[in-house]
C-alpha cells in the first residue's frame, strides 16, 4: 500500500521556521515530481513548491525566497523548509507525489498555524 505521511506541522510565531517532511512508503518515487499543496480555510489548495526527479524546484511567488523545496531519495522522503513564516502561511500542508499527467498520491496532511 503507498503511504504518503507529513510530518513537522505545528504552532509558530511569524518570522519562525518549520521543516516538514513527507516519508513515501510503498514504493519508490525517486522518478517522480514530488510537490507541496496547501489549503487555507475557505480557500483552494493551491500549490506551493515542486520538485522534478533531477532535483529542479519550483515555488510559488507567495513563497519564493522563503521556501526550500528538497528530496533524499535514499529515504524516499521530501522536505519543505519553510522560513520567515507569515500568518498568510497558515493553512494545512499537503505532500503529492505526480504520476503520469496528475497528482496521483496524497498525504493526509500536516496542520502549519503562524500567529502574528
Known amino acids: 500500500q503507498v503511504q504518503l505521511v507529513e510530518s513537522g506541522g505545528g504552532l509558530v510565531q511569524a518570522g519562525d521556521s518549520l521543516r516538514l517532511s513527507c516519508a513515501a512508503s510503498?514504493?519508490?518515487?525517486?522518478?517522480?515530481?514530488m510537490a507541496w499543496f496547501r489549503q487555507a480555510p475557505g480557500k483552494e489548495r493551491e500549490l506551493v513548491a515542486r520538485i522534478f526527479s533531477g532535483g529542479t524546484s519550483y515555488y510559488a511567488d507567495s513563497v519564493k525566497g522563503r521556501f526550500t523545496i528538497s528530496r533524499d531519495n535514499a529515504k524516499n522522503t521530501v522536505y519543505l523548509q519553510m522560513n520567515g513564516l507569515k500568518p498568510e502561511d497558515t493553512a494545512v500542508y499537503y505532500c503529492?507525489?505526480?504520476?503520469?499527467?496528475?497528482?496521483?498520491?496524497w498525504g493526509q496532511g500536516t496542520q502549519v498555524t503562524v500567529s502574528s
Open positions: 503529492a507525489a505526480r504520476g503520469w499527467n496528475s497528482y496521483d498520491y
Open positions: 510503498g514504493r519508490t518515487f525517486s522518478s517522480n515530481t
